[in-house]
């Protein structure tokens, strides 16, 4: 029998179920695309990499595997320390900084950065966005790769009963875990002045017969694609580079349905 679920803080506090549920990307295959897109972009090999909002830092760990100086970014403690278990148990070299992605420093400059699967969405503001870019750019060396993924702007404008609508449930299992998340099932409201939506990420854990639930609210901002456009613009530190609907070479960012995604490739001119 489920209990009522207990609170959490925020969804990233319990990153070892959160690490399971999201465990289900090909990790190799966006670092090998990801990796060919930045080095035809840039004038040299890419050797040094940061993942901002890292979570359980899926692709630092391939990419410090490969031999790059390969570092990661998260605001949760949490995380931070369930993510440097991780590292220490692969016995790789890979540094986790906490800290928030609007403001933080770092003490060597990095050929390409990354943020992926909407994180960016959790900066709610213009303002936020703006600040962030700069820190971003700030931690590049020159010329330096800033790649950002995110959900389609056909998906993020759906209707519940569109084919484009997120589906917000799924079940994944490892060490005898199943852990189902579901993420935004329960809709609080979106507000279309702040362009934010709230709303509640629940993940059910199955073990030896016992389930457990918790819940977090959470806010993230809707951001238009032309809004991010006119962002990056205003920064004045970033050029748009390339974009893509997935991660191929022969998917273009269009309405196509093989075009899923938003895949925006920065390029730092100051």
């Known amino acids: 029998m489920t209990e009522s679920p207990e609170p959490i803080r925020r969804t990233y506090t319990v990153p070892e179920l959160y690490d399971i549920a999201f465990d289900y990307r090909d990790v190799d295959g966006e670092c090998d695309f990801m990796l060919s897109v930045a080095d035809h972009l840039r004038p040299e090999k890419v050797h040094s990499t940061l993942e901002l909002a890292c979570g359980p830092a899926y692709h630092t760990r391939v990419l410090a595997k490969r031999g790059l100086t390969a570092n990661g970014l998260d605001l949760m403690p949490e995380m931070c320390a369930y993510t440097r278990m991780l590292i220490a148990e692969e016995m790789l070299t890979a540094n986790i900084i906490e800290a928030d992605m609007r403001s933080f420093?770092?003490?060597?400059?990095?050929?390409?950065?990354?943020?992926?699967?909407?994180?960016i969405n959790h900066l709610l503001?213009?303002?936020?966005?703006?600040?962030?870019?700069h820190a971003v750019a700030d931690a590049l060396t020159n010329g330096g790769i800033y790649h950002i993924q995110t959900a389609h702007p056909k998906e993020l404008w759906a209707s519940s009963d569109d084919d484009n609508y997120s589906k917000p449930e799924w079940t994944a299992e490892r060490d005898g875990l199943t852990v189902t998340c579901e993420w935004g099932k329960e809709d609080l409201g979106f507000d279309p002045i702040s362009e934010v939506d709230e709303f509640v990420v629940r993940f059910t854990v199955t073990s030896q017969g016992e389930t457990r639930s918790y819940k977090s609210v959470e806010r993230m901002r809707r951001l238009s694609y032309q809004t991010f456009r006119a962002l990056v613009a205003q920064s004045g530190r970033f050029e748009i580079a390339a974009e893509y609907g997935d991660y191929a070479d022969d998917v273009p960012f269009d309405l196509s349905d093989a075009s899923g995604r938003y895949l925006c490739f920065l390029r730092k001119v100051r």
């Open 105 to 119: 420093t770092t003490e060597r400059k990095y050929d390409f950065a990354f943020n992926l699967i909407c994180s």
């Open 125 to 133: 503001t213009n303002d936020d966005i703006v600040a962030h870019l």
